[in-house]
């Protein structure tokens, strides 16, 4: 599992580890009580995980792209958004059972 260093963009250790446990491919579940459809995919050699969601019958969407970087630090990079929205959808967002 990362870990992070205290750097300015680096998301929290329980941010880490709920993406850790998060299965990749296309699922759906609730966030802020509404159904979301969320991708989540990491490359080959999984320095890059990149997530997408869209609140389904919403305009709500989410998406980031997290970089592990030497030493075991990572880097968080949301798409115009808030990083604390990110991170708060990762922490809140409830799978349904695939």
């Known amino acids: 599992m990362a870990t992070a260093t205290s750097t300015d963009d680096a998301p929290p250790a329980a941010f880490l580890a709920t993406l850790e446990d998060w ?33 389904l019958g919403g305009a709500a969407r989410v998406s980031f792209n997290l970089y592990r970087l030497a030493g075991r630090r990572v880097a968080l990079r949301p798409c115009e958004m808030p990083a604390a929205s990110v991170v708060a959808f990762v922490l809140d967002y409830r799978a349904e059972s695939r």
Do not use: H, I, M, N
């Open 23 to 55: 299965p990749p491919g296309y699922g759906e579940g609730v966030y802020a009580g509404r159904r979301w459809g969320v991708t989540l995919a990491e490359s080959p050699d999984r320095r890059r995980v990149w997530l997408y969601g869209e609140e």
